[in-house]
């Protein structure tokens, strides 16, 4: 699905340099549901920045579905992410100005042959997935943290993309509400979906069928976990 | 698409109301003034009634007589007589007027004292003019050879001075300065504004104390040349200025010994300005850069204002940038829909100036403030202040967008 072949990433300030990220070969297969761990600081994020395409690395290549995008210009990334990425952020990252249902319609904004009320359609379904139903015409700012970051997953999903990515979804969130945003992470999974997840909760990784560790920006772990 | 991107700018304003009223206000605030400025400036200086065909015509309306060593001159309209000599005998015009300036007066309907102003014509003012009659006709030559005491009126000054309207006041009796005439005609009359053509009262210019016979240069009248056609209008002055060539220098007048003799013969915008200042065509330029200077101000000021608040719109919004690239909004789609934005609200703007300023013309034109006014909106202005200020909306909201659209989404989602 998304293979990454000697992944470099350097942060460059004017005082130091920062090895984010140091020759990571990776490969993603559909249908996984993979999770990333480490200390703070050692470019979980990064990685995930990467697989996902909203940043570039400083060397190495990556291809999805087969196919190099190293040398993708702007738009070709945008339709890339538009139709086989879904992003899931710690801070759920929502646009406070729209609507739920509005904010969860965006990715198909940017999709041209779907008209308004399918996409009112798609994304009252993706709310339904979530369980917020009832919820299309609040604004984030009358939602709950569990129910923006439920908010996000429909967006995530509403364009039904191949690939789902997750930074620490659960961080923010009591450990019920962790447990329920897992459990729709599963059934995604379960219906086709490949995912990958940042955390930092053990038993969270521990539900997920690979644990890929990261230390100081090196690959130091990569287990496929057997399910109990 | 389109639809789309007016949705969200539609909500964008909605849910940020203090910034779209001070865009909106700034906007329609600049555009309102700008639009009731011009359209009064071409209230004064545009061709309309009754001298709707300014921008055929040629005024003389000055004369300028200096001694040799330009220490002293002297300065006004001319006489009857040199107008007849000089102005009507023009052979390329197709009609010229001869008409003194306004000149106050009194008359009294019944113990009430009416203020009004007079003013003597010859039979081709009507023709030079474009009065509507309401009633009656003007005087003719005949009526002016006969030296016959007639009088065309306003419909104001018809108000006025008759106490019963429902029958037509032609052929009735009115006083000036004890002097009786009959009115000949009724008039919708001219704003003050316009001074060749504006009176209460229109006498032919051989009834009592209008001095026509007056044998010297200068005197109280003055000349409105109609060309044939506008391009006419250079071949004029030429044929005019060499006529005033001729005129045997140096001369004399009641004792002032004049080297010098200048008329000019201009169009209206010019021959206005050269009774205020000093300086042939070069004031037409001067009163242009003016205006636009004045112009650019009132634009300027707003234009930063909106420029600031766009800037800041756009920055506060990093992150919902950074939301959008993540899901597939390519740089040019983001670029797109801030653009759409500030049309849109330019247009609004732009609507609520127009209304504004039908609002305030409606106003000044029934205030009284001024007589008969008549001002109207200037399409020309309004579409130009539209794109003026659509040019300002474009520049500041493009140069953040593409500032914002070039962050990186990390970058943008972090902030
Ligand atoms: N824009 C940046 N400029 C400079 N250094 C950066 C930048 N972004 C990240 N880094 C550095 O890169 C390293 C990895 O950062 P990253 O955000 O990937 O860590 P993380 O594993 O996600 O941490 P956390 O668990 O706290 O989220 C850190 O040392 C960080 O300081
Ligand atoms: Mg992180």
């Known amino acids: 699905m998304i293979t990454l072949t000697n992944i470099e990433k350097v942060y460059r300030t004017s005082t130091i340099e920062t090895l984010a990220l140091n020759n990571i070969n990776l490969h993603i297969g559909q249908g996984e549901f993979a999770s990333i761990m480490g200390p703070s600081g050692c470019g979980k994020s990064t990685l995930l920045n990467i697989i996902g395409l909203l940043d570039a690395p400083s060397k190495g290549g990556i291809s999805v579905g087969g196919q190099p995008v190293t040398s993708y210009s702007d738009q070709e990334l ?27 319609e965006i990715p198909l904004l940017y999709r041209k042959q779907i008209s308004g009320t399918q996409r009112r359609q798609m ?20 939602l709950s943290g569990g129910q923006k970051q439920r908010v996000a997953i429909a967006r995530a999903i509403v364009g039904r993309p191949e690939i789902i990515l997750a930074d620490e979804p659960t961080g923010n969130l009591d450990s019920v509400m962790g447990n329920e945003i897992l459990s729709i992470l599963q059934g995604l999974n379960t219906d086709g979906a490949t995912i990958v997840m940042v955390t930092h909760d053990e038993a969270m990784a521990k539900k997920t069928h690979r644990l890929i560790r990261l230390f100081d920006g090196t690959m130091v772990g990569d287990t496929t976990l057997t399910l109990c | 698409m ?5 949705k969200i700018a539609w909500k964008v304003l909605l849910r940020h109301p203090f910034y779209t009223f001070i865009t909106l206000f700034g906007i329609s605030l600049t555009l309102t003034v700008l639009m009731v400025l011009t359209s009064f400036i071409d209230h004064i200086i545009g061709s309309h009634y009754p001298e709707t065909n300014r921008d055929r015509s040629l005024y003389i309306e000055k004369m300028a007589l200096r001694d040799s060593s330009r220490t002293s001159q002297n300065t006004g309209p001319m006489s009857f007589k040199f107008l007849t000599q000089y102005a009507k005998s023009l052979k390329t015009p197709e009609k010229v007027t001869i008409t003194s300036f306004f000149r106050t007066s009194n008359a009294y309907a019944g113990s009430q004292k009416i203020k009004l102003n007079t003013k003597y014509t010859d039979a081709a ?8 009659f309401l009633e009656g006709k003007p005087y003719n030559d005949q009526n002016i050879r006969n030296g016959e005491l007639v009088a065309v009126i306003t419909d104001d000054f018809r108000r006025q001075y008759f106490s019963d309207l429902s029958e037509p006041v032609v052929g009735k009796d009115i006083e000036v300065e004890s002097v009786h005439y009959k ?7 001219s704003p003050p504004t316009r001074f060749f053509s504006y009176a209460d009262i229109y006498f032919p210019y051989t009834v009592p104390k209008s001095n026509y ?3 010297d240069i200068m005197g109280g009248y003055v000349a409105v040349i109609l060309a044939k056609k506008a391009s006419d209008r250079k071949a004029i002055q030429d044929e005019f200025q060499d006529k005033i060539r001729r005129i045997p220098l140096p001369g004399n007048r009641n004792g002032f010994k004049y080297a010098m003799l200048e008329v000019g013969c201009a169009p209206y915008l010019e021959s206005v300005l050269s009774i205020f200042m000093e300086g042939g065509p070069q004031v037409k330029v001067i009163f242009y850069s003016v205006i636009a200077f004045l112009m650019l101000m009132l634009m300027g000021l707003p234009a930063i204002n909106l420029v600031n608040v766009n800037v800041s719109r756009i920055m506060e919004r990093s992150s919902e940038i950074g939301i959008r690239k993540a899901f597939g909004a390519p740089i040019r789609t983001l670029l ?4 759409v934005e500030n049309i849109f609200i330019t247009f609004i703007g732009g609507s609520i100036a127009l209304l504004l300023t039908l609002i305030t013309i409606y106003f000044i034109n029934n205030s009284g403030w001024i007589a008969y006014a008549d001002l109207t909106i200037n399409l020309n202005v309004f579409l130009v202040s539209i794109g003026v200020c659509l040019i300002f909306g474009l520049l500041s909201g493009v140069a953040p967008a593409l500032r914002m659209s070039k962050l990186s989404i990390v970058e943008a989602l972090k902030s």
Not at chain 1, 78 to 90: E, H, K, M, P, T
Not at chain 1, 123 to 142: D, I, T
Not at chain 2, 336 to 339: D, P
């Open chain 1, 78 to 104: 945008a339709r890339l992410r538009n139709q086989r990425l879904g992003f899931i952020f710690q801070s759920f990252h929502l646009i406070n100005d729209l609507s739920v249902l509005d904010n969860v």
């Open chain 2, 336 to 339: 797109m829909q801030f653009i």
């Open chain 2, 2 to 6: 389109l639809t789309n991107y007016i």
């Open chain 2, 183 to 189: 009115v000949i005609g009724v008039v919708k009359g």
């Open chain 2, 125 to 132: 003012f009507w023709e030079v003019m474009n009065f509507t």
């Open chain 1, 123 to 142: 994304a009252q379904e993706a709310l339904e997935r979530v369980g917020l139903s009832n919820r299309v015409k609040h604004f984030p700012k009358q």
């Open chain 2, 213 to 215: 016979e007056q044998d």
